[in-house]
């Protein structure tokens, strides 16, 4: 077994491998680019070597730099986790060079399955089904449309090397074709340096399930159960659970076999994915297959019982396989859930900047939470937004979704924006319950954008009842302040209106030893908690039932979160409540004269000018952020009136980038 390893990467996925390389007594070395100087995986690991540079392009993605490291501290082995050089066969053939191990696949299974045309090409051979589609490069945007035109719309344009989402586009007709056949080209080259674009038919409603397989270095093959991944925003997983709720027996055995037999044709070693896409009829059609770690891997480990990286490592070294087919189970339901720096109300569009507060919820059997942050750290630009991955596990699948709606209400993060408000809206939703789901699950329930409208509606009394408790007892400390003149004391009542919404809820509290009684719209409700003064988490019961929401005081209320919704609260006796009523609402200022910069990126393209007119539709500008291209369009016909940034700078949310003349 290896003494030392490397670990080839940043953020969550260098964490998760520290940590089992740790419980295997494995020494770990991380590396680190400039702006990862302080990162939690630099912290974990026992050695750390800085390899310079800010963006991956000048670090994590030059392989010279992870063997010089690997040279410096003696590690024998690296694990890339997933991204940057964790699918690059030359990096692999180069460690392979310098006497070090790669823990992966050989060179073959990375060129010919990460190659998304020769893959599909080797999958036909295998007997494996495939989609309809255009295995060859496709030239240039005349010939995607020719293309387009000759398989039938809605067609899928995807880079050859692509993942994560990135260099993909759906086309439903001729100008759709063409514009994603430039952004997608645009994207690949961008983030693989690669522009290779292919082509296939898109198929509507469709599931994307995957099947997780683990090989070693003696012939054999483990398939290890499905995971489905259907909830998808612009082909970026967002919510994945292990096993899917679609798939029976039959069908998963169907599916495994498919996945063995293309792992075998290219002699695979270590984990791996295959991916398919499932139609309303259970037949299913490959997609890809990633020769790495999968960022959902966790809930194939819940239901499995086993450590995936630790096996990698183990097959690696040269080991057998623990485990047979026969011996795979399926053990409860796990669902994860990706927390990303994103503003779910401002079209997901990244949140950059410092963490400057973070509790995660407390790991148990039930709750695991995989980061490569800690509390003060900076969400950067020049990377993935994700903060961490929230996984829970349940017997059944009811009770895992329950679990996860707990943790969710949890999770304390502020300084940047999170997606949150989104994943508990999902939860909730019947659909998402029911287990209904496809890959346009996201774009049917939330067609205009995700707004606070969409928000599972939810019991508002336990909120009103909590915040009553809570208040009363800031009151009651304030109220003890020592060095107060004798005789003008304050006198805390027992009547409360709890104000939020511009909606008033009378409450009546008194206090026990072990708890409080509360009285409101004619019921009674007792809430029971260890919270403390200041703790951001509330965690209590009320009327036996286990309710958690964060709590933050502000100068004269408090903002709370719960389920999504993100209100602010205010506590008030019954007179400042009635004085209340007549303050007026400050309206914010007008800005819909100007173009906006909806998040903080790159401004990489201005097509306008000072005096030109422009109609509805028509470009504007391009922002980078996080390696995605977002057009920037006019809404309306306008004219412009002042260009106030220039191609190249780097803008901050929300500020402006024109000015339009007033109609």
Known sequence: ???????????????????????????????????????????????????GGTTAAESYLIGEKIIDACKQTGAEAVHPGYGFLSENSNFAEQLGDAGIEFIGPGRKAIEVMGDKITSKILAEKSGVNT??????????????????NRIGYPIMIKASAGGGGKGMRVAYDESECRDGFERATSEAVSSFGDGRIFIEKFIEEPRHIEIQIIADRH?????????????????????????????????????????????????????????????????????????????????????????????????????????????VEINGWSMESRIYAESPFRNFLPSTGRLIRYEAPEESQSVRVDTGVHEGAEISMFYDPMIAKLVTWGPTRNEAIFAMQNALDQYYIRGVETNIPFVSAIMAHPRFQAGELTT?????????????????????????VVMASVHHRLARRAAGTSGQVRGHGRSIGSDWIVVFNREQHAVKLTGEDDGWDVQYNDEHYRITDDWKLGDPVYRGTVNGKRVYMQIEKTSHSYDVSRSGHELNVQVLTRRVAELNELMPEKMPPDMSGFLLSPMPGL??????EAGQEIKAGEELAVIEAMKMENSMRAEQDVVIAEVLATQGDTLEVDQPILQFESS
């Open 603 to 608: 401004l990489v393209s201005l097509k306008v």
């Open 219 to 327: 012939g054999n093959v483990v398939a290890l159960n499905e995971r489905e991944c259907s909830i998808q925003r612009r082909h970026q997983k967002v919510i994945e659970e292990a096993p899917s709720p679609f798939i029976d027996d039959a069908t998963r055995k169907a599916m495994s076999d498919q996945a063995i037999a293309l792992a075998k044709a290219v002699d695979y070693q270590s984990a791996g994915t295959v991916e398919l896409i499932v139609d309303s009829h259970r037949q299913f059609y490959f997609l890809e297959m990633n020769t790495r770690l999968q960022v959902e891997h966790p809930v194939t480990e819940y239901i499995t019982g086993l450590d995936l990286v630790e096996l990698m490592i183990r097959v690696t070294a040269g080991e057998e396989l623990p485990i047979k087919q026969e011996d």
């Open 440 to 464: 346009n699950f996201i774009a049917e329930e939330y067609p205009d954008g995700f707004s606070s409208d969409e928000l599972p509606k939810t019991d508002m009394s336990e909120l009103v």
């Open 1 to 51: 077994m290896f003494k030392k390893i490397l670990i080839a990467n940043r953020g969550e996925i260098a964490c998760r491998v520290i940590k089992t390389a740790k419980k295997m007594g494995i020494l770990t070395v991380a590396v680190y680019s400039g702006a990862d100087s302080d990162a939690k995986h630099v912290l974990e690991a026992d050695e750390a070597v800085s390899i």
């Open 131 to 148: 989609i309809p589609g255009h295995t060859e490069v496709v030239k240039d945007a005349d010939e995607a449309v020719e293309i387009g």
